[in-house]
């Protein structure tokens, strides 16, 4: 199983980036994907989840509207767009997958994912 995390960079306060994820070494489209992040110190918090069929999606409480998350099940690759970024946005991301869809109260009452996380993709906020 494998996570390949890019997109991330540096952006001003305001701005916008769209993070990818590619999956592979398991049935894609029959896990639940999710996104999490951590900044220095900090323990890893969930950004956002999204269901095998995109029916459903759930969001940590911090993101407030300003991050979607999306996916395309024939390219095995999930999307979240970070809009509105903030100086807090800044940490690095990661996705994981999980093989049940389950609210993001669960997701961040019990971080993590089915896999073991990939290198992630460093985003920084910053003027």
């Known amino acids: 199983v494998q996570f390949v995390e890019s997109g991330g960079g540096l952006v001003q306060p305001g701005g916008s980036l769209r993070l990818s994820c590619v999956a592979s070494?398991?049935?894609?489209?029959?896990?639940?994907m999710l996104w999490y992040r951590q900044a220095p110190g900090k323990e890893r918090e969930f950004v956002a989840a999204?269901?095998?069929?995109?029916?459903?999606?759930s969001y940590g409480d911090f993101v407030k509207g300003r991050f979607t998350i999306s996916r395309y099940n024939a390219r095995n690759t999930v999307y979240p767009q970070l809009n509105e970024l903030k100086p807090e946005d800044t940490a690095v991301y990661y996705c994981?997958?999980?093989?049940?869809?389950?609210?993001?109260?669960?997701?961040?009452?019990?971080?993590?994912?089915?896999?073991?996380w990939g290198q992630g993709t460093q985003v920084t906020v910053s003027s």
């Open positions: 994981n997958a999980h093989h049940q869809y389950y609210s993001g109260s669960y997701f961040s009452d019990n971080p993590g994912g089915t896999h073991s």
């Open positions: 070494g398991f049935t894609f489209s029959s896990y639940a």
């Open positions: 999204i269901s095998q069929s995109e029916r459903f999606t």
